[in-house]
Nanobody, 127 residues
Framework: QVQLAESGGGSVQAGGSLRLSCVGSGYTYRNYRMGWFRRAPGSEREGVAF????????YYADSVKGRFTISQDNAKNTLHLQMNNLKPEDTAMYYC????????????????????WGQGTQVTVSS
């Protein structure tokens, strides 16, 4: 049974940093994809940052490029999201998600591409 557990959310002022972590268990897929979605109040869930095709490639939403960095610790089955220069518009519930299967270059992540989800961790950025 695949399980994901997020941690690292919190409240910071604009310009600050947070590091989210997602620990996964119950899977050993080589061609996995894993990453972070977020949902702000009144908005749809948005793909933020992902590793895919077994970790060989990364995807970042335009809104976070240059500020967020996704990384993996395979020995610990952990995915990290380093978020720097946070803005109030980054305020959202952040969800870790994973699934498996090869995807083509230019892939844009959608909720339907992921079968396994964590419970979420709240990030609040004040101005």
């Amino acid at each position: 049974q695949v399980q994901l557990a997020e941690s690292g959310g919190g409240s910071v002022q604009a310009g600050g940093s947070l590091r989210l972590s997602c620990v996964g268990s119950g899977y050993t897929y080589r061609n996995y994809r894993m990453g972070w979605f977020r949902r702000a109040p009144g908005s749809e869930r948005e793909g933020v940052a992902f590793v895919y095709n077994g970790g060989a490639r990364t995807y970042y939403a335009d809104s976070v490029k240059g500020r967020f960095t996704i990384s993996q610790d395979n020995a610990k089955n952990t995915l990290h999201l380093q978020m720097n220069n946070l803005k109030p518009e980054d305020t959202a519930m952040y969800y870790c998600a994973t699934d498996y299967g090869w995807v083509t270059m230019g892939w844009i992540p959608r909720e339907s591409d992921f079968a396994y989800w964590g419970q979420g961790t709240q990030v609040t950025v004040s101005s």
